[in-house]
């Protein structure tokens, strides 16, 4: 809060909420120079880091969270509780979408809808399979049925339509499915 950081503010040490733990619990808002090392790009159907040219890969106990940015960037990270979230790529910028991804060896496994900022909608879900169809990701072992709880009233799953095609059901979709109400 820019009252703490300023200004008499800046003396300010509250026992129940000492400076020190703020200090150490704040969520780092990057630069666009910060922001490039987390550019991820699709090539030969796999998700790479644009600069150190790694592939993007999850490892067990991290969790990768990625952001679409309005101008069509991607950007994964790792997730770090208090100091690195959603919000951290875009300084708290638009998004097109935002949420968890696994990937190995920058083959991507698994997209889920995720993000206590952004909270993506169906529709940014989907926007963002487009994106990954688009450039030709490999989606073929993305995790299949998965289900994420999002909000009380929403779960999305993953549904694969071949290789290449990726689609996102709401819940009520994928019920009108199972009852042969729709297509």
């Known amino acids: 809060m820019m009252m703490l950081d300023h200004g008499d503010g800046k003396e300010v040490n509250l026992e129940d909420c000492p400076r020190t733990k703020l200090q150490q619990e704040c969520v780092k808002y990057?630069?666009?120079?910060e922001r490039e090392a987390y550019e991820v790009v699709i090539n030969e159907r796999k998700l790479f880091?644009?600069?150190s040219k790694k592939p993007v890969t999850s490892t067990e106990g991290s969790k990768l969270i990625f952001v679409l940015s309005t101008s069509r960037k991607l950007y994964v990270g790792e997730k770090k509780k208090g100091l690195f979230h959603h919000s951290s790529f875009l300084a708290g910028a638009a998004t097109i979408a935002s949420g968890v991804l696994t990937a190995r060896n920058g083959i991507l496994e698994g997209i889920w809808p995720n993000s206590g900022h952004y909270r993506p909608t169906d529709e940014s879900l989907k926007e963002f399979c487009r994106f990954l169809e688009e450039r030709e990701a490999d989606l073929t072992n993305v995790k299949k049925g998965q289900w994420m709880k999002i909000f009380p009233l929403f779960q999305y799953s993953?549904?694969?339509r071949g290789p290449h095609s990726i689609q996102a059901?709401?819940?009520v979709d994928l019920r009108k499915?199972?009852?042969g109400t729709s297509k």
Do not use: V
């Not at 990057?30 to 120079?33: D, Q, Y």
């Open 30 to 33: 990057l630069g666009p120079k």
């Open 49 to 51: 880091y644009k600069i």
């Open 158 to 160: 993953l549904q694969i």
């Open 169 to 171: 059901l709401s819940a």
């Open 177 to 179: 499915r199972e009852h």
